[in-house]
């Protein structure tokens, strides 16, 4: 567990104390015992054989890129990676599991140690990585639909997955969604997982008690299964912590077991009570010998690591001048980061000299955080290409710069191409949008909004000085919004204070 100290966010005078269970699906071509294929959306049990039905007499073979991909988690995440690790046999009864055990690793672990960094608002610490290791994923139960009883689906039996375990370090619903969307984004970032938790591929257990502020001693600790959004694991988070102080403070205990979240009323439900430890009986998996790491196979996995989230993140700040805040907002998915860029290197090899790249950076950048985040967050990663690719959004950003459009422009531009599939700049032509730059006609407008509007001038000149945004605007409204912002507010400047 972490020994550093911080201010610990307390909750109606409890203190929170959370470890989470992250369960991630390998980008690997085929499952983890058997060949056959390890993808998402094919038809109810037909990605399946005799090895990951669990057949007599079948044999497993561990499938090497799994591990290879594990490795590469571990070595991102600074994990001590274990020459020598076991497979055990993890017994229990489900539907979905076919063998009526779970292959995993327990006694040797592949990977051991690790942390991760997270921001809070009492700054940067990190979250301590507890283990992790590879095992099988178990079938899914199809209640959906099916009137009086279940089916089940066993193509997701057999599929690798890396459990990744952080130590009780986390003491806070916003620090465990921090946790996760980095742990996340890292594992994207190394095409470890695609991280889809729309399809199950990242799916988290809380691990959740309370206690007194300054306690040593943990109290009963209750798990929250299977939950797959970080929107979802806030609110049960939030009712779970509400939940058990409400217990101990009407006198009742809280007991050790084992809940779901049901999103559709915001609470947790009972599962299943728990022991104080499971037994799972596990015992050594006989058909699986001693999994040995090579020191070349850790090699290639080091040399195969990308640049790190982190590292990229401060890449931006140092050698682009991007602000810390705008840069994590940046690398936070992998292609908005390259879209941003490809982006800057189109404006580096344009711009005339500094000065000039860095009202580049500075356009460019709001432009992504703003619009082009926004429409992502929508409509997902197709707006990062075809008529709204890099190229055709670097094109209209140019003319923000070059002083023919405005950025209120550009932006209603950006969006209706989105809207109607045509580049940016062909709407442009078709709408023959124009800025209006020119100093007559600007202050012609200009004069006209003071004349409309005397006792506001009185005002402004009194010691209101937010009328100055009035004026703007009027004059922005007045030009259609094609009058040229900065040089609206220059001479606004001058004629009110004149």
Known sequence: ??????????????????????????????????????????????????????????????????????????????????????????????????????????????????????RTDAGEREISIHRMHLEEDAGKNLHAGIPDSSHVDLNRAGVPLLEIVSDPDIHSPDEAVDYLKRLRLLLRTTRVSDGNMEEGSFRCDINLSIRKPGSTVFGTRVEIKNVNSFRFVHKAMVFEIDRQIDAIEAGEKVLLETRLFDPSSGRTKAMRSKEEALDYRYFPEPDIPLLVVSDSMIDSQRRALPELPEQRADRYCAALGVQRADAEVLVAEEELAHYFEEGMERFRSTSKGEESFKKARDRWTSFILSEVLRETNRRGADVLSGPTSVEHAVGLIDRVLSGSLSFSQAKEVYARAIEEKKTPLDLVEESGLVQMSGEDELLALVEAVLSDNPGEVAAYRGGKERLFGFFVGSVMKKSNGKANPEKVNDILKAKLNG
């Open 1 to 118: 567990m972490s020994t550093s100290i911080h201010k610990r966010p307390l909750f109606r005078g409890w203190e929170v104390v959370v470890g989470l269970e992250v369960h991630t699906q390998l980008l690997t071509r085929t499952k983890l015992f058997c060949r056959c294929d390890n993808r998402f959306g094919a038809p109810p049990n037909t990605l399946v054989c005799p090895v990951c039905l669990g057949h007599p007499g079948t044999l497993p073979v561990l499938n090497e890129e799994a591990v290879r991909l594990g490795i590469r988690a571990g070595l991102a995440a600074g994990c001590r990676i274990s020459p020598v690790s076991t497979f055990e046999r993890k017994h229990y009864f489900y539907p979905d599991l076919p063998k009526g055990y779970q292959i995993s690793q327990y006694a040797q672990p592949l990977l051991t140690g690790g942390s991760l960094k997270i």
